[in-house]
């Protein structure tokens, strides 16, 4: 089981990112798909997520309205689309695969949003 996020890097205010889970070894449709992020001091947050298998998202509050969660089932990736990004959100991101006793992390990408 494989989780490998892509797609950070540097972007200044207002501008928008992709970032890529692409998970192998599992079926991404029957697992709980999450994107987390942590800056540096501060805990890992949930920032968007499937709430269940049949596709329905959530958002953080500080997110909704500029990030959009997707997955491609047929490819096995899981895309989060970051739009207006603000110094806030910078912060290492992080692709979680989970349902009941499973847990799968990859190891993160960073972004960083900055003038």
């Known amino acids: 089981v494989q989780l490998v996020e892509s797609g950070g890097g540097l972007v200044q205010p207002g501008g928008s990112l992709r970032l890529s889970c692409a998970a192998s070894?599992?079926?991404?449709?029957?697992?709980?798909m999450t994107w987390y992020r942590q800056a540096p001091g501060k805990e890992r947050e949930l920032v968007a997520g499937?709430?269940?298998?049949?596709?329905?998202?959530t958002y953080a509050d500080s997110v909704k309205g500029r990030f959009t969660i997707s997955r491609d089932n047929v490819k096995s990736t899981v895309y989060l689309q970051m739009d207006s990004l603000k110094p806030e959100d910078t912060a290492v991101y992080y692709c979680r695969a989970s349902v009941g006793r499973f847990d799968y992390w990859g190891k993160g990408t960073q972004v960083t949003v900055s003038s």
């Open positions: 499937f709430t269940s298998t049949s596709g329905r998202a």
């Open positions: 070894g599992f079926t991404i449709s029957s697992y709980f």
